[in-house]
């Protein structure tokens, strides 16, 4: 069975700073990864994710994300924080099944942004 | 493109009463919808993994008879609470996915929050 870990629970940047979030699987084959994005009481909006191919993603809000396969990790990265970046944020890993995409999520960071 | 909608995003109800939430994919149509809970400052749990016509899957310890899922449209599932009691209060979440979301990806909706008096 897959699974995530991300080992910060909380991080917290200054404005301006860049920012990086790790994010560590465990999945048998090659594994599909997504990072998404929780501001309170909302649902999950997708920042990007991985399939196959470069292993740099490009996402919205200036988000970008590496797969390693050596490392199986899948860390999310931006060069310049904003103070609208406050949120959580959830890795996943997605195995195929029979009725869909499973996803399976991490425990989220929770990122805080001081001005 | 890809718009998850939620139908109510909060609701109350009374200790052994029912309550239906609605999961509609706007602008796609979703092949597999999805149903998690989300406990206060914890991750995503999913529920239950529903195909549009047919049974819904769910996971381990979810108990089918009390969370009651329906897909009975390729935009529309519901989820629906039996007999709900307070440790039933939580974040309801669903997520679809289809061929706009590029089959392997999901589209997650607003949430509803659920609170059983």
């Known amino acids: 069975a897959q699974s995530v870990t991300q080992p910060d629970i909380h991080i917290t940047v200054s404005e301006g700073a860049s920012l990086e979030l790790r994010c560590n699987y465990s999945y048998g084959a090659t594994p599909y990864l997504f990072w998404y994005v929780q501001s309170p009481g909302q649902g999950l909006q997708l920042l990007l994710k991985?399939?196959?191919?470069?292993?740099l993603v490009q996402g919205i809000k200036g988000f970008e994300a590496e797969f390693k396969r050596s490392q199986s990790s899948f860390n999310l990265r931006k060069p310049s924080v904003h103070w609208s970046d406050a949120a959580e944020y959830f890795c996943?890993?997605?195995?195929?099944?029979?009725?869909?995409?499973?996803?399976?999520f991490g425990t989220g960071t929770q990122l805080k942004v001081e001005l | 493109g890809a718009v998850v909608s939620q139908h109510p995003s909060w609701v109350i109800c009374k200790s052994g009463t029912s309550v239906k939430i609605e999961c509609r994919s706007l602008d796609f149509q979703a092949t597999t919808m999805f149903w998690y809970r989300q406990f206060p400052k914890q991750s995503l749990m999913l529920m239950a993994t529903s195909n549009e016509g047919s049974k819904a899957t769910y996971e381990q310890g979810v108990e089918k008879d009390k969370f009651l899922i329906n897909h009975a449209s390729l935009t529309l599932s519901t989820l629906t609470v039996t007999s709900a009691h307070p440790e039933d209060s939580s974040f309801y979440i669903c997520?679809?996915?289809?061929?706009?979301?590029?089959?392997?990806?999901?589209?997650f909706g607003p949430g509803t929050r659920l609170t059983v008096t």
């Open positions: 997520s679809a996915e289809g061929a706009l979301a590029g089959g392997r990806g999901q589209y």
């Open positions: 996943a890993v997605g195995a195929i099944t029979g009725g869909g995409n499973k996803l399976t």
């Open positions: 991985y399939f196959s191919g470069d292993t």
